[in-house]
Structures are given as C-alpha cells and as structure tokens.
C-alpha cells in the first residue's frame, strides 16, 4: 500500500495552519518564530512529497529542503538574538508593544 | 574683399555685442578703461559703415540693389536662415546708427556717474539690436534683433532715468507698449509663412503674401502696423515717447529718437511695403491720414510744453508724421498705376520719408544733446526760469540756431529737404491731406522759436530768476558756463552733417533715391 | 551762343559773403573789426561780381533773347534729377547792380552804426563800451553776410526752388536781425520788444512762405520742372496750366495757373508785407537800423516783387486763361498802396513811418504788377530800393545823432532826464538840419525821391510810370487809389522832413544832437545821387524835353526782356492828363505838409496838430486800424488755446487710454490671481493635497506597526483571491 501524495499534502497544510495560527495568535515573539519554524518545515514536507512522486530522478526538491532548512536556522538564530536585543531594550517581548513601525 | 563685403554686416552687428562681452569681463572699478574701451570699439563699427557707405556708393548704387548678403541656415528645421543684405535704405541708417552710438557713448563718458560698467554694457548691446535690425533679410532674425533692442533701452531709462520723471513708470510703459506690438507682429510673421512657406524677406516678397486670402492679408498687414506704428510712433499710439524720452539719460533720449524711432518706418518700407502692396495700396490713405494728424498735433502739443526735453519729444511726434505721410502716401500711390505722374510723386514721397528718417535722426539728436547740455548745468528743464542765454552762452546759443531751424525745416539746412520731398510726394498724390500737413509747419515754427529759442535764449539774462547753476562737471558756478570741449565734439559733428546735408544732399539722396526707385519698380509699379 | 566769360563767375557771387558768415562765427568772433573787416572784404567782392555781370549785361542788350543759363545736377528725384544753376537776364542784371551797390552801402554804414548801443549798461559790457562797439558786433557782421547771401543768391537762382531757399534763408536773417537787441525791453510793457518783433514777423513771413512752397509744388508737379526758362519758354505747358482746372472747396473750379499764381502771391505778401499780412513789418523796425534800410526796405521785402515779376509769364497765361489772379494783385497792391499810406500818416516813430511809406510803395509796385506794367514795376523797384535805404540810412543817422545827444545831456549832468527817452519819436526832435546837415540834405533829397518831387528826383519817374500805365490801360479804380496814395506820400513825408530837420530842437538831446561819422554819411552821399539821377534811365522817350534829354535804356532793356518772356509790356506812352495830375498831387501834398507842420514849427511838448481835426480817425491810424489787436484774437489766441486744447487732450485721453489698457492688464491680472487661480488652479492643486491626506488618514488606521495584522491581512488576500479564482 502507498500513501497517496494528497495526504502528505493535507499533512502539510494541516502544519502550515498550525505554524500560521501560532505566528497569527501567539503574543510571545518567541511563539511567532517556532510558529514560522512550523510553517517552513510544512513546506519542506511538500517539497519532500513532490519530488518524491512527481520528478523522482531530480534532485533539485531535497536541495531546496536543504536550503530551506539552513535558511530557517539562520533566520532562527537571527530573529532569537534580535528578540534578546529587544527584551534588553523593552523588558517586554510582546509583539504587541513591539509597534514602532506605527508611527 | 570679397569676404569682408559678405562678413561686413556681420561684424558691424555682433562687434558691439562682443564688446559688451568684454566690458562685462572687466572690473567694475576701472571706470576709466571702460569708458575708454567702449567708445574706441564703437569706433570700428563706425569706420566700417562709413567704408559700407563708400563702398556702397561707388560699387552697388548703380543697379544692384542688395548687397553684402550672407545667408547660412539657422533653424532649418522651419527654415529660418541668418540671412543680412544692405541697399540703399540702410546703408546710411547703419551710418546714422554707428554714428549716433559713438557720439552717446563718448557724451555719456563725461556725464553718466553711476554704475557705468552696466551702462556701457547695455549701450553696446543695443547697438547689436539696432544694427540687426537694419541689415535683417529674415523674419525671425528681424524680430529677435527688434526685441534686443528693446531690453537695454528698458534698463538704461529704469536705471539712469532722471528720478523726477518716473523712469520706471516711462521704461515699463515703453515696454510693454512695444512688445504688444510685437506680439502682432510674430503672429503676423508666423502668417507669412504658413502662407510662402518661408521667412526670408526678399522670398516671400517674390512669391506674394496671401495672395488668395484677403482677410488674412489684411490681419497680417494691421498685425505688422500696429507694431510698426507703435514703434514710429504714429499717433495714436505715441504716449509712451514723451515719457520715456523725457525720463532716459541724454545719451538714451539721442538714441531713442535717432534711431530706435526709425526701426518702425524702417520696418514698414522694408518688410510691410514690400510683402503687403495691395494692402498699403487700399490702406495707404490711412497711413497717411494718422501722419497728418501726426504732424499737426504733434506741433500743437509741442506748442503748449513748458518742459523742454518733453517739447522736443513731442515735435519728434510730429516730425515721424512726416515720414508716415510719405509712406502713406507711397501706398496710395500703389493704387494710382495709371495716373500720370503718380510714380514720380511715390518715388518723392519715399525719398522724403527716407531723408526725413535720417534727417530728423542727426537733427533730433543733437536736440536731445542740447537739452543735455542745459540739463547738466541748471539742473531743471522748466524754460520758464531761462532767458537772455543768448549772451552768456554763445556758443551753445549758435549750435541750438543750427539744430532749431534745420528741425523748423529751414532751406539750407538738413530737415528741409526732408520736409519738402515729402510734400511734394503727398502733394501730387494725397494733395488734401498734404494741404492739412502744412499747418504743421507754420507750428513748428512757432513752438522752436516761441518756446525754445525765446524762452532760452532772448530777453535779458537774470541770475535771479535761477541760481542753482554748476558748471557741466558738477562744481558750482555763478552762472551758465559755456559748451565744454566734449560737448562741442559732441555736437559739431551733427550741425556739420546738418548744413552740408542742408546745402548738398545729393550724396545721401542717391543712397535713397536708389533704394526708392529698386523697391518701387520691385512692385511692379 | 557764346556769353561773356564773366558770366561764369554768376554762381560766385553768393558766395564771399558765405564765406564771411562762416569765418566770423567759427574763427573772427571774438576781434569785432576783423569781423567787420571780413563781412565788408566780402561784400566789396560781391559788389564787384555784381556789377561785373550787371554791367556787362547792360552792354549786351541782345543777351535778352538768351538769357545765361549754368546748371548742375542737385537732386536725383526718382528716374529724374533736378539741376540747381544760377541764371542771368535783365531783372537779374538791374537787381545785382541795385543789390551789390546797397549790399555794399549799408555794409560800410554798419560799421559805423553798430557802435554801443544806448539801453545796455556799459558796466555789464566793459571790454565792448571801451571800444565803443555793439558788444555783439561781430555777431551781427555775420547775420548781414548771411543775408546778403539770402540776396544775391535769391537774385541769381535760376529755379523757383533754390530762389525759395534764399528766401528762407533771408527770413531767417530777417528773424536774428530784428532780434538782435533781444535783451532790450520798454518801460511800456505793451510796446513790442524785438524778440517779439522777430517772433513775429518770422511766424506772419512763414504763413506766406508755406503758401509760396504749396504754389511751388504744384508748379513742381505740373511742369516737372522749376527752371524759369524752361517753364516759361513752353508756352504750350503755360497754356495747358491756365486751361486745366481743378475744384476747390469754396471757390469751384479755378485753373491751375491761377490756382498756381495765387499761392506763389501769397508768399509774396507775407514777404512784401501787403496787406493782409502787413503787420510785422512796422515792428521789424525793432531791428537796428541798417537792417531796416537793408532788409525791411531796400531787398528782403522787395524780394516778393522780384518774385511776382519773375513769376510774371504765369501770371498773365493765368489771366490769359481767365483767372482772376492778376486783378487781385493789383487790388492788394493798390489798396495796401493806401491803407499803408494813411497809418504812416499818423505815426510818430520815425522808422515807423518809413516802414509804413515802404509798404504803400511795395504795394505801388504790386499794383503795377496787377494791371500789367511790368517794366514800371522793375524801375520803381530797383529806384525805390536807393532812396528807400537812403532813407532808413539817414533816419538811423538822425536816431543815432539824438541818442548821443541825449547820452551827452545825460553825462554832462545838465538836465537829469527822467524816466525813458524814446529817441525815434520824432515829436523829439527839431532843427537837426543844422546839428546834422549831410544827413538832413540826404534824408531831404530821398524824401523828395519818395514823394515823387517832378523831374528833379528819381522817384518821381518811376512813379509817374506806373500811374501813366494804370491810366492808359483805363485801370481807373487803380489810378485814382494810387494817385490818393501819392498825395498821402508827399504829406507823411515832407511832415516828417519838417518835423525832423525844421523849427527849433524841442528836446535837450536833438539839440545836442551830433552829426555821424564819416562810414556812415558817405554812404547816404552815394545813395543820394542815385535818388535823384537813378531815374535817368527810365525816361520816357516822349516826355517833352527831357525825354530827349536822358536815356531810357534801363526801361528798353526791360522791356526786351519782358517780349522774350511773352509779356505785353508796350511802354504806356507820354500824357499830359495823369503827368499833371500826379504831379499837382504830388507838389500839394508838401504844401499841405509845410501848411501844417513846416509854417508854424512845432513847439516842444505840443501834440501833433493833425490829432484835433482828424479826431478819432487819428486814434485808429495811430492804432493802425487795431490789426495787431484783431490778430492776437483771430490767430494768435487760438493757436495757442488750441495748442493747450490738444495738450491736455494727450494727457487726458489719449494717454489716459493707455494706462487704462495697462491698468486693466493688472486687473486682469488681479482678478485672475483672485478667482480663477484661487478658486479653480489652486484649488485644484490644494484639493488633490487634501484628498490625499485625507486618504492617508484613514488607511492608516490599518497600519497598525503588528507583523501579526499585515499577516492576517495577507491570509485573508489570499482567502479572498483563493474564492476569486473559482469565479472566472
């Protein structure tokens, strides 16, 4: 038996929806970023799944996974020390207060 | 020779404007040299107009009728060429031109204190424009040259105005008054060449103006008076001279009246007669009925002056209705073809505008000169509180005689012939209107010896009646102080002019009489 | 046709006194007797061209069928050129021998005339009353030179037009000459100055002259041509003119030639000074007196006869065409002859009456014009000018003999006179005829000349001349005017003699009064024998005795000159009738004068004995009818008023116009600023701004600065696109 592509799909978008709902709802910008974790990772699994059953002989959606994963952690890295840069100016990480664009 | 016969013209119209380049280089502060240099390089222009006038004479007079042409492409994309010519009718008044520019600059040296490095800038300048405006085969450059002039001659009234007169008043409304007319006139230019395909002067004379519209001709010949007319000026349209005459400097008046007032006869003999015949044929009667009114207002409202510069601008009204006599009468002569005698009178009356154009230049410019002259020692131009000059100031007394009766038009001195060609056109053509100008000589002379010549110089001299006399360098004196050296060299030159021109005019009635008889047998008459 | 060679020398004979003009006013002014030097060097050489060429004329009678002709090219004039020359006939000849001698008579007198005059303060002049000359005498030299220029130039043209501008340029001298005391003023601010005398007779003159040039263009027109020997050698062109016509307003059809004559008449008026444009010359007299003799008597003012005369051909074709013209000639002639001659009767400046006597016997000669007698005309001219100048010459002689009387009296404090001396006013004078006897046997010999004492004296045979034509051409009217003239003529004049030179001196300074210098009695001596012998040339050949006597030569010479211009000029021929007439006319109008005047001398300070009988009439001849009076209102007044009229019309109107178009320009302006462009431009402009602010306002409210928002935001884009796309 195989797993038809529509589930790794409904899969995916099931994860895309919890990482956007976090990222949406969640007030801790630390929440926001494992929410866009969650997001990316669901896009991995569709790259994942499309190379698996669409273009099996190219490698090129594994490559993608790969970059998309580095980028993420990158991003991770990134966005945790700008949080860290926040809370020591604001003593707050609520994205809430974290308005200044509005100005 | 060849290449300075087709480069003349061209250097004696942008000389002066190099020159002004070159005053604008140098150093405010050195006066002295700017003066200097000024006058010197308005000599060259001066030397090469008199060689024009020479050359012209002994080379073209016979037959060939425009010389010292050059034409190179300047705006092909609608065909406006730089295109210059002489003949007989600018020849002398390039002459007039170089020679009254000269003479304001070597007067103005003496007399002009303030802000001189400006001054003689825009001297010069104007020199360019007027000097374009005579040697301007093209319509485009005739119009360009036409509005040079007018700026320079804007500052130097604005600026070296006498303050008492409103000079700004008089330089805006000399202004505006003749860009208005020019405004009519690109329309009408733009006419001609939507109508000949071309603005070449000479072309589109060739080829006819119009030829199938007659409304439109009709526009463009009023659009082309009307500017023309402004700048004469003709009355109506001459309220903006006595002001601006009587508020320029000395040397601006002398100017004024010598030469920018010619440009519009100038204009209407050489672009309005010549593009538009038919139309001066059935207008020509009220060209010549607006001189008439001209010549005899003119000479009353001279008559009641009690300011002297302001009387002589006035009699400059009256004696530009001369010219539009003649030309008027030219034009209706156009329409006489097969009267008898008619193209004897047209050629007379030409000739009379043409001389009346160069004699009242010389003469009115040493009028102005003269009132300069007074102006500078009493400081007021009131002839109410003069008299008795004759014996203090003889010599002034004697160059004012010479200048008033050649402008009362006396036999024997320049104005006369000038007067006497023009009637004996008009009389053999408009011979009612003729009979009505005539007055205007009777109060003419009436206002130069009642007003001027009385007033200034006859009865018995009281230093009461004014004391507020310096001498003409500014320092005080008790009394009027004779003409100084430079006043003389200044004047003689023109009452010179005045009596020979006066005894023998010969020698510039050929210059017109040729461009008469060329411009008349071109239209065919 | 060969002529004399010395004919060649026509066209200098102008010239050395232009020269002399020239050379004062640039170079000799300011050393007076080197000036006067030069004028009188200059006039002596025109003297002699003049009568070189008189003279030789006068030899060669036959020259009248070829009258000398020397053109140049002057003026190219279209496809032709016009030739300016000099010309020598008859008239030409006996106007240069009268010209050059008087020219050169009163040149020389001058110099002695022209000494310091009487109403300048000698303190405000000291270099001048050192010399004890005018201190503008070397001005005045030049103004004479000038003028003798004027003159002979004027005689000799060979063209209407270049005679035309030596006239001018006479009336200019006349205006500066007039003028020349311009600084003098009366304590009577209502006697005329000579600023103002100047004024006007130079502005009465130019009247006349603007008609003339009007007549010398439509001559010019007509005959394409102004040479007098080619106009009036074309009979077919004369006869052509005086058939053609033209319509006038007013007066209908008249033919040119008359249309012509009249005009070129009417510059000879102003000119001559004929009624109705008489009025400047009495008041020329303002003019230092060799000017008067020179110019207001002897040249200038005949310059309008010689031109009537010239004109001649054209006059009689016009009346031969059946114009007018000629009788209205002899109409003015005789009537100005008259009138002129009444108000000199009334007159009591002694110039004056002289200026008056010049009118009347200018209009003797118009007269005679009028009605044809064209040689009488030239003789009376030419012998009028002698004794004429004499005349002027010796009254100027007497002004300046009772002016240094007066300056004696007045020096050597014997009687402080008060208040302002006239010394022209005869009613001042008395017994000069032996304080002055050269000028008082001159003045007595030109005044005889003038009354046309019979057989002695030259004026009378000019005179008789011109009455015996007005007679045996039955001009009656003509005649009988003239010869009312002639009686008034002798009487003024002997009044005048007796009023002068007889009885005792009825002032101080006429019995103080010296006899003049040497340059200036001999000139009257020189002029006295030509008042009396100049008519020995134009006796009638059948007068009884004398006729065989004397020569006629000078009226023969005329009158060949007159048949080759085609003129009838048939001598009128000897009658005892109006010789008797004229002569008794004559004779009694001295008596009547010594009855009055000479019998009973007059007494210091008694009025004139003429003033009770003629009552009124003697108040309007004094007046001289009030023509000055009624010009001032007619001409002058309103002229001036109009001038003022037009002037304030300029400022008013015309110029107020102009700056109402510019001030609507501004309100145009102004207006455009306020509402189209603050309303509508700027309004447009503000508008898109507020818009957009206000835009901006409330889209901001979503830019809440939440990362969270902008990504719901995004979600439901993408819902919304996402249920979008099923649609199309």
Known sequence: MTVPLSWYLIFATALFSLGFFAVLSRRNAVAVLMGVELMLNAVNVNLVAFWRYLTPSDLSGQIFVVFVFTVAAAEAAVGLALMISIYRTRKTINVDEINDLNL | ?525 | MNYPSVFNLTWLIPLPTALAFFAIILFANPKKRLSSNIAVGAVILAWIMSWAVAIVFFLNPELTEHPFDLNAPWLPMGTITFHMGVAVDAVTAGMLFMVGFVLTMIFIYSTGYMSFPGHLDPAKYPDAAKEGLDPRYSRFFAYISLFATGMLGLVVANNLLMLFIFWEIMGLCSYLLIGFWFDKSYPDPKQITPKQAGLKAFLTTRVGDVLFMMGLIFLFIHAGDLNFQAIFGNQEFLHELSTSTVNLPFFGAVTWAGLISMLIFWGAIGKSAQFPLHVWLPDAMEGPTPVSALIHAATMVSAGVYLIVRMSPLFSAAAHGGSGVMMFVAFIGAFTALFAATIAVAQKDIKKVLAYSTISQLGYMFAALGIGAWVAAIIHLLIHAFFKSLLFMASGSVIHGVEHGHHHVHEHGEHGHEGYFDPQDMFNMGGLLKRMPVTGWTFIIGGASLSAFPLITAGFWSKDEILAHAWADGHMAVYWTLAAGAFLTAFYTFRQIFLTFFGSPRTEAAEHAPESVRAMTWPLVALAFFALFGGFVAVPEDFPVIGGLASDFMAKLMEMQGEFYGLHVAPAGFNWTPALISMTLALSGIVVAWLVYGRKPLAAGKPDPLRKPLGPIYTILENKYYFDEFYHLVAVRPTLWLAQFFFLFDRNVIDRIVNWVGALGRWLAAALRRWIDEFIIDAAVNGAGLVTTWTGAVVRLIQTGQAQNYLLILLLSVVVLLLLIPLK
């Open chain 2, 1 to 525: 020779m060849d290449l300075l016969r087709s480069s003349v013209l061209t250097l004696i119209v942008f000389l002066p404007a190099v020159g002004s380049v070159i005053v604008a280089l140098m150093p405010k502060e050195k006066e002295d040299l700017i003066k200097k240099f000024s006058i010197w390089w308005s000599v060259i222009p001066l030397l090469l107009t008199t060689w024009l006038a020479i050359d012209y004479a002994t080379n073209f007079l016979r037959g060939n009728q425009m010389a010292y042409q050059a034409k190179f492409a300047w705006i092909p994309s609608i065909g406006v060429n730089y295109h210059v010519g002489a003949d007989g009718l600018s020849v002398p008044l390039l002459f007039l031109t170089a020679l009254l520019t000269t003479l304001g600059l070597y007067y103005s040296a003496r007399v002009i204190r303030k802000r001189v490095k400006e001054f003689f800038l825009l001297f010069l300048l104007l020199a360019t424009g007027m000097f374009g405006v005579f040697v301007s085969l093209d319509l485009i450059l005739f119009y360009v040259f036409w509005e040079i002039g007018l700026v320079p001659m804007y500052f130097l009234i604005g600026i070296w105005g006498n303050p008492k007169d409103r000079p700004q008043y008089a330089a805006i409304k000399f202004f505006l008054y003749t860009l208005a007319g020019s405004i009519f006139m690109l329309l009408a230019m733009i006419g001609v060449y939507l109508s000949t395909g071309t603005f070449d002067i000479l072309d589109a004379a060739a080829k006819g103006v119009w030829l199938n519209a007659p409304t439109f001709a009709m526009l463009s010949f009023w659009a082309f008076f009307i500017a023309f007319a402004i700048k004469v000026p003709s009355f109506p349209f001459h309220t903006w001279l006595p002001d601006a005459h009587t508020a320029a400097p000395t040397a601006g008046s002398v100017i004024l009246a010598g030469v920018l007032l010619k440009l519009g006869a100038y204009g209407i003999l050489r672009v309005l007669l010549s593009l538009f015949p038919g139309q001066f044929a059935q207008f020509g009667w009220i060209v010549a009925l607006l001189g008439v009114i001209g010549i005899v207002y003119g000479a009353f409202v001279s008559l009641a002056q009690t300011d002297l510069k302001r009387l002589i601008a006035y009699s400059s009204v009256s004696h530009m209705g001369y010219i539009m006599l003649g030309i008027g009468a030219v034009g209706v002569a156009l329409g006489m073809k097969n009267v008898a005698g008619a193209q004897e009178s047209a050629a007379m009356a030409f000739n009379g505008a043409s001389l009346q154009m160069f004699m009242h230049g010389i003469i009115t410019g040493a009028l102005f000169f003269l009132v300069g002259v007074i102006y500078e020692r009493a400081h007021t131009r009131d002839l109410k509180v003069f008299g008795g000059l004759s014996a203090v100031v003889p010599v002034y007394y004697a160059t004012m005689m010479f200048a008033g009766f050649a402008s009362l038009g006396l036999p024997g001195l320049a104005g006369f012939w000038a007067e006497f060609f023009t009637f004996r056109g008009a009389f053999g053509i408009v011979p009612v209107l003729a009979v009505i100008g005539v007055i205007g000589i009777v109060i003419t002379a009436a206002y130069i010896l009642y007003r001027i010549i009385q007033s200034l110089f006859l009865g018995e001299f009281d230093p009461k009646r004014w004391d507020h006399w310096t001498t003409v360098f500014g320092e005080h004196a008790d009394g009027p102080t004779d003409m100084a050296l430079f006043e003389k060299v200044t004047l003689w030159p023109l009452v010179i002019l005045m009596v020979l021109l006066g005894l023998w005019p010969t020698p510039l009635l050929a210059f017109f009489n040729e461009a008469s008889v060329n411009i008349l047998s071109s239209l065919h008459f």
